[in-house]
Antibody, heavy 117, light 107 residues
């Protein structure tokens, strides 16, 4: 079964850091581009970051550029999002998603990040 | 940044009725638009890609059309499980952007 499972979410104070992980299974992870997408409470979807299959190409949304770092370990079938200098507006459910032919065809169940003092 | 505007914000319909959802882009997307469905507490699910292609396992009652700046998602006859929020998303430019969503609710 093709599956993505996120972990690492939690409660963190403003200015703090958190590292999200996404474990992939059921497909050849190393051949797929990946995205992180987030959804603030009661709001719509916001693309956060993209990484190519080899990690040679990376893009970020302006709202997280300079604070978040996307990475991957193809040997471990894992995707990561290092989040630093967190703000209240980063509070959201964070989804990892497989990116195929320009669209997110497989999504994880999401992990909740809450930034609050 | 490409802005996607979805309308209406909410669509109140009964099971068996036809649903027509709109997504308008601030610049031409060619056909590079997708539609997703999201139910409460669940992750989004890809329905349609490249404007009119159904993703794997998506029922035939879902169809997409359009090109350029105007796109439509049609659900030919609403089933109880179709009441959800629907988002469009473009892949023409970075950043990839989503519309704000259309909620299809039971009338």
């Amino acid at each position: 079964e093709v599956q993505l499972v996120e972990s690492g979410g939690g409660l963190v104070q403003p200015g703090g850091s958190l590292r999200l992980s996404c474990a992939a299974s059921g497909f050849t992870f190393s051949t797929y581009e990946m995205n992180w997408v987030r959804q603030a409470p009661g709001k719509g979807l916001e693309w956060v970051a993209y990484i190519s299959s080899s990690a040679a190409i990376i893009y970020y949304a302006d709202s997280v550029k300079g604070r978040f770092t996307i990475s991957r370990d193809n040997a471990k079938n894992s995707l990561y999002l290092q989040m630093n200098s967190l703000r209240a507006e980063d509070t959201a459910v964070y989804y990892c998603a497989r990116y195929s032919y320009g669209f997110n065809d497989i999504w994880g169940q999401g992990t909740v990040v809450t930034v609050s003092s | 940044e490409i802005v996607l505007t979805q309308s209406p914000a909410t669509l109140s319909l009964s099971p068996g009725e036809r649903a027509t959802l709109s997504c308008r882009a601030s610049q031409s997307l060619s056909s590079y638009l997708a539609w997703y469905q999201q139910k409460p507490g669940q992750a989004p699910r890809l329905l349609i890609y490249d404007a009119s292609n159904r993703a794997a396992g998506i029922p035939a009652r879902f169809s997409g059309s359009g090109s350029g700046t105007d796109f439509t998602l049609t659900i030919s006859s609403l089933e109880p499980e179709d009441f959800a929020v629907y988002y469009c998303q473009q892949r023409t430019n970075w950043p990839r952007t989503f519309g704000q969503g259309t909620k299809v609710e039971i009338k």
